[in-house]
């Protein structure tokens, strides 16, 4: 059992749709794991003990999926739990947005958890413009639509969910399901979870459930043990749906009920309880839209689950209760729920970046006065060093060269360095986790400023890459504005090889140069810490050596002095997935293009495990 959130953890970074169905079989204290893609299509696979089915011993060793994805996320740092966030979004899982502590019986908004996610969609009125929007969800305007239930219900909440976000011929499991969990193994530690996924409509009407994007939340437990949790999501959704089978049952809960959601009843007319003038009473009593009543009657779940989709796509269309989740923030606040992105170092970090971005206006503007270094200077020096390399292939030297690249070096290093530059190598000098959170929120800043930029200009590209390619300059010259109008990460650690570069034609006893000697440490760290460096300069089409080796020296005297680093390179065309299939191959973090286009190569390091190191002979 202790082996089992690896094993979890395994599959999901590999994204794999089955990584919530992976077995536990213990036999003779030996653990082994049934790989799900490996098995009968017709066998059951949930996370249960193999040897006690048969019998009705205790189940106290079975394990509901929701739990284990709950205790692995208590478990897990900020960063990890980006991660999984991100690889369970792309496997189209549910996510948590109200994450339970058992111990604490706190709850927490899991906002920084859902930073990372942008997703690409088209809602169906935008089709004659083709319009594709690309957002960072947790900024993303789309109202929201809770399911609760109040006592026990006949029905699976969570099955009606993923068949009301599944077209008919494309069902697919969002939320995990009693039939998932192998009949009814009880929640423990994610009672009071709070999932939500997102339906994110093509732009086609004939595939579309909904023209326009909805969240759709799912509360697990009843709202009469988790109030709290019920009241959050009654000022954050435009409307809450309550499952209710039992009419016997205490609805205190809904009494004066303070909500900008609109509340809608849905009701079994097959359970024994059921009555009428009962069903008239609460709608009086709780003060319910009358027509806000869906009444599940002998029909079968297919009927009922249209029933359904037409009441939310009513809901999205005139729904006035709108909050982004980062706005979330806010009423988790007023209710107590904790934040995670409260926490000091992120705060701390947050503000660092944002003194950098929050004043970028114009980004050819901002690169030449902040990152000056980089500019015109950079692409003649990476032009003297081709001809230099020619002329030594010819066995010439031709001194005129050093006396250029003399003088180019010298227009460089009279540069001050910029205030970005000083505040930029500040945040990279922070320790620990502040330095991870700072580079974060850096590259989340830049891409949203990039998405608002460029997103235009890419779609020109594209299209007349594909529909004129005839238009050789009018593509140069597309292509040259997409260089300018980019702004990344790469950008800072650029100008950071340039001011060292710059520096190293100074004498040895320069206080610029000693001020200099540190940044290349600054840059091994944090390829240690797991964020890729550039190595070659796409837009100069230049490698600084200089800078380059003082990273790796550097990065030799942190690691054991005698490690063995093994290099595996991906080549490829441009925008062809190279970045994502190494994300998903390693879990590692390379950037994917999103709104801008990242041109060049980039090193990232990872640590090898000590099973793998005999087999692969290396530690890196």
């Known amino acids: 059992m202790q082996s089992l959130p690896g094993a979890f953890l395994k599959k999901l970074m590999m994204a794999n749709v089955n990584a919530r169905s992976v077995k536990c079989m213990s036999s003779d204290q030996e653990v082994s794991y049934c790989d799900v893609d490996n098995l009968d299509t017709d066998q059951e696979v949930s996370y249960y003990d193999v040897d006690n089915l048969d019998t009705d ?25 980006q991660e999984m966030v991100q690889k369970m979004s792309m496997c189209q899982f549910a996510v948590p947005l109200l994450l339970p502590n058992c111990d604490t019986k706190q709850s927490t908004l899991m906002l920084w958890a859902l930073r990372d996610i942008v997703r690409k969609f088209r809602s169906s009125s935008q089709t004659s413009t083709k319009a594709f929007v690309e957002e960072r969800i947790v900024l993303s305007d789309i109202p929201m639509v809770s399911f609760v239930r109040l006592g026990e219900i006949r029905v699976s909440k969570s099955q009606i969910l993923n068949k009301l976000l599944s077209n008919p011929q494309q069902y697919h499991d969002t939320f995990v399901h009693h039939d998932m969990e192998c009949g009814d193994i009880p929640h423990r530690i994610s009672d009071g979870l709070v999932e939500i996924s997102w339906y994110l409509p093509c732009g086609n009407r004939n595939i579309d459930i909904f023209t326009k994007p909805v969240v759709v939340a799912n509360l697990r437990g009843d709202i009469r043990s988790f109030e709290k949790q019920f009241s959050f999501l009654c000022q954050t959704s435009a409307a809450v749906y309550i499952f209710i089978d039992d009419f016997e049952a205490d609805l205190k809960v809904l009494e004066g009920k303070i909500t900008k959601a609109e509340l809608f009843l849905v009701v079994n007319s097959q359970n024994k309880t059921f009555r009428v003038d009962t069903l008239k009473k609460i709608i009086t009593n709780y003060s319910i839209n009358p027509t806000n009543v869906i009444v599940k009657k002998k ?7 249209k029933t359904l989709q037409s009441s939310v796509g009513d809901i999205i269309e005139k729904s006035k209760n709108r909050l982004t989740i980062e706005n979330m923030a806010d009423v988790a606040h ?27 206006k ?6 030449d006065k902040q990152l000056p270094l ?12 081709k001809e230099r390399c020619r002329l030594r292939k010819q066995g010439d030297q031709d001194s005129s060269l050093n006396t250029k690249e003399e003088e180019l070096r010298e227009k460089q290093y009279k540069c001050d360095m910029s205030d970005a530059m000083k505040r930029f190598i500040l945040g990279m000098s922070r320790s620990g986790p502040e330095r991870s959170y700072f580079l974060k929120w850096m590259r989340i800043n830049l891409d949203n400023l990039s998405r608002q930029n460029l997103s235009a200009l ?31 990460l790469e950008h800072f650690l650029r100008e950071l090889g340039q001011l060292y570069e710059a520096a190293c034609f100074l004498p040895e006893d320069s206080p610029q140069k000693k001020q200099m000697e540190h940044l290349p440490g600054l840059c091994a760290q944090m390829l240690l810490d797991g964020f890729p460096i550039e190595l070659v300069d796409g837009d100069a089409s230049n490698i600084p050596l200089k800078w380059i080796s003082a990273v790796l020296t550097q990065l030799h005297t942190l690691v054991d002095s005698n490690s063995k680093i093994l290099v595996v390179s991906v080549l490829g065309v441009q925008s062809t997935g190279k970045s994502t299939l190494l994300n ?9 293009s999103s709104g801008r286009c990242t041109r060049g190569a980039f090193m990232l390091l990872i640590k090898v495990n000590k099973e793998l190191k005999e087999e692969l002979k290396c530690d890196h």
């Open 362 to 367: 114009d980004t050819i503007k901002f690169k």
């Open 334 to 360: 007023q209710f107590g729920i904790l934040v995670d992105e409260d926490s000091d170092e992120c705060q701390s970090a947050r503000k660092m970046a944002d003194e950098i971005t929050s004043n970028i």
């Open 57 to 81: 011993s205790d189940t106290s060793d079975v394990i509901n999926p929701l739990d284990l994805i709950t205790a692995l996320f208590l478990c897990s740092d900020g960063f990890l739990q």
């Open 584 to 592: 998903t191959m390693f879990g590692v973090q390379f950037a994917v």
């Open 299 to 305: 029909q079968n779940d297919a009927e009922f689950v």
């Open 458 to 488: 890419r779609d020109r590209y594209k299209d007349l890459c594909q529909h004129s390619p005839e238009k050789k300059d009018d593509i140069k010259d597309l292509d040259k504005q997409l260089s300018d109008c980019s702004l990344g």
């Open 374 to 385: 980089q500019g015109q200077v950079w692409k003649e020096l990476s032009q003297l060093e």
